[in-house]
């Protein structure tokens, strides 16, 4: 079964710029029906979509973040990452990476890592 | 940008209730919206694809409905492992793919 793993730090000083890998396992992220994307949640408040990305390295951001993130992928590692520059305490939230499957004209995300805990403070 | 309005956002229910949540789109998606659901320190889980699609492994006591700007999800026998958030999603040709702002299903 598919698996996803989120990795980076935990804590990171305002204005720095948070970074964070997701592992895929037990599955390539080579393929045609597929997208592989970012999703983040504040603590206590609700989802919100940053990007996602294509293994031909096509990516699509949320407008609202999108001066300020960069997702990339390395296929050759079977990870794809991203970046989020000039952080403040609002980037704070859980981070997950997320598959975007593409099946019958429908896009959405069927598989999820655990998230990752990404505290922005001094 | 599409907004997603989720109604109610609080639903206090009992085991063996029928449950409605609804999901409405600021202007039409057709019928690429998607539901999830969530449980306290999880990652959201996929219940409802294309409006009505059941994801495999789902049971089948979930629907979805609707189209262009009106969605529903229903519980047909709420089951103790079913309160939790849930959430729409709208995925329509333009990100970004925005999401309702969450309806807990809490217990009566």
């Known amino acids: 079964q598919l698996q996803l793993q989120e990795s980076g730090p935990g804590l990171v000083k305002p204005s720095q710029t948070l970074p964070l890998t997701c592992t895929v396992s037990?599955?390539?992220?080579?393929?045609?029906?597929?997208?592989w994307g970012w999703i983040r949640q504040p603590p206590g408040k609700g989802l919100e979509w940053i990007g996602h990305i294509y293994f031909s390295g096509r990516t699509y951001y949320n407008p609202s973040l999108k001066s300020r993130v960069t997702i990339s992928v390395d296929t050759s590692e079977n990870q794809f990452s991203l970046k989020l520059i000039s952080v403040t305490a609002a980037d704070t939230a859980v981070y997950y990476c997320?598959?975007?499957?593409?099946?019958?004209?429908?896009?959405?995300?069927?598989?999820w890592g655990q998230g990752t805990l990404v505290t922005v403070s001094s | 940008d599409i907004q997603m309005t989720q109604s109610p956002s609080s639903l206090p229910a009992s085991v063996g209730d029928r449950v409605t949540i609804t999901c409405r789109a600021s202007?039409?998606?057709?019928?690429?919206l998607n539901w999830y659901q969530q449980k306290p320190g999880k990652a959201p889980k996929i219940l409802i694809y294309?409006?009505?699609n059941l994801q495999n492994g789902v049971p089948s006591r979930f629907s979805g409905s609707g189209s262009g700007t009106d969605f529903t999800l229903t519980i047909s026998s709420l089951q103790p492992e079913d309160f939790a958030t849930y959430y729409c999603q709208q995925t329509s040709t333009t990100p970004p793919y925005t999401f309702g702002q969450g309806t807990k299903l809490e217990i009566k």
């Open positions: 997320a598959r975007v499957a593409l099946y019958n004209g429908w896009y959405y995300f069927d598989y």
């Open positions: 202007q039409s998606i057709n019928r690429h």
């Open positions: 037990d599955g390539s992220i080579i393929s045609t029906n597929y997208y």
């Open positions: 294309g409006a009505s």
